[in-house]
């Protein structure tokens, strides 16, 4: 990649495509958890770790805005033709949305970088996409407890209205500990 002055970012993916497409490698599966509990944390980590404060606090109406507004955005987009195109239900097409709607943009700050992009773009594509995680783990456990609340409604019948009161108040506390909570401690 570097010979060909090929950023190596799109080498990899063309390499991991190919790999996949050849079927050389047919036993290899990566377990969820392991992207889930040791891969994502650590690139998480390195992320707000790398980052400068006083650069996130400087860019912070345009990182909140794509992290926020932003992402409830994507929701939409990517839940409204799963609706209407696959027939999904709403919450379950939000669901998969709250999934796939956060973005990851390592490999296109990494391919910015080499193209010599502006510190102050590359800030907030970062702490967009630091913040954006965080959000969207937020949107997947809400929709994810709607969801669950709705069935169990629907198993219980009529006799579950109480139940989902208290349910609702124990969504909004969790909402509220995700959303205020979590920022809060990694602050202090």
Excluded: C
Excluded at 37 to 49: D, G, H, Y
Excluded at 111 to 119: C, E, K, V
């Amino acid at each position: 990649a570097r010979r060909l002055r090929f950023p190596y970012t799109l080498a990899l993916t063309v390499v991991g495509l190919a790999l996949g497409l050849s079927h050389l490698l047919p036993n290899l599966r990566l377990q969820p958890d392991v992207v889930l509990f040791i891969f994502l944390p650590a690139l998480l980590f390195e992320s707000a770790w790398n980052s400068e404060l006083r650069y996130l606090v400087a860019n912070w109406v345009a990182i909140a805005l794509l992290a926020g507004p932003g992402l409830v955005i994507a929701l939409v987009v990517a839940a409204v033709p799963l609706h209407w195109g696959a027939g999904l239900p709403w919450l379950v097409a939000l669901l998969l949305a709250a999934i796939v709607a956060p973005t990851d943009p390592i490999a296109v700050v990494a391919l910015l970088r080499q193209l010599g992009m502006s510190a102050r773009l590359r800030v907030i594509i970062e702490g967009e996409s630091l913040f954006n995680d965080g959000a969207g783990v937020a949107a997947y456990t809400i929709v994810l407890t709607i969801l669950l609340m709705t069935l169990q409604a629907k198993a219980n019948g009529a006799a579950s209205t109480a139940v989902g009161v208290g349910q609702i108040a124990t969504l909004a506390l969790k909402s509220a500990w995700l959303l205020v909570g979590g920022p809060l401690i990694g602050l202090s």
